[in-house]
């Protein structure tokens, strides 16, 4: 038994050597050396920036629409994995943007797209309907 138990700590240990840690300020942060840039928007940003300095709102804005709905998307499949006190301010968050989307309904998505289809935009939609629901609850 301790036999297993050591090989399932030395595996864990074995699948964790990519993943770097450390606290900046007090906050514990991990990205993984696969794709180290993840989190760290600078080139979107950037485009952003460019976009808007160069007068191309409309532009910025359905660029800025996809970022929402790739982090909503993203943030759907961490959100279970979150304790009660992280899924508590995380559903702020949400409910925020679902306020957002009530408002200012995007268009879905025409062509097959890469990653942002009508089917899935339409999937992260109906996600942020239930926290919409929420807010108006007492």
């Not at 600078?42 to 976009?51: K, N, P």
């Not at 532009?59 to 009660?84: K, V, Y």
């Not at 995380?90 to 925020?96: P, V």
């Amino acid at each position: 038994m301790l036999l297993y138990l050591g090989a399932f700590r030395l595996g864990s240990l074995w699948g964790s050597r990519d993943v770097v840690r450390y606290t900046q300020e007090g906050w514990k942060i991990a990205f993984h050396r696969d794709w180290p840039s993840y989190g760290l928007p600078i080139a979107e940003y950037t485009m952003l920036l460019t976009e808007l300095r160069n007068g191309r709102s409309e532009e910025t804005i359905n660029h800025l629409e996809s970022l929402l709905d790739m982090a909503l998307w993203d943030g759907q499949r961490r959100r279970p994995f979150l304790d009660e006190w992280g899924r508590t301010q995380f559903d702020k968050s949400l409910s925020k943007a679902a306020q957002y989307r009530k408002h200012f309904p995007r268009k879905l998505s025409q062509g097959s797209g890469f990653f942002l289809t009508a089917d899935r935009q339409s999937e992260i939609d109906r996600f942020l309907q239930s926290f919409a629901l929420k807010e108006r609850q007492p």
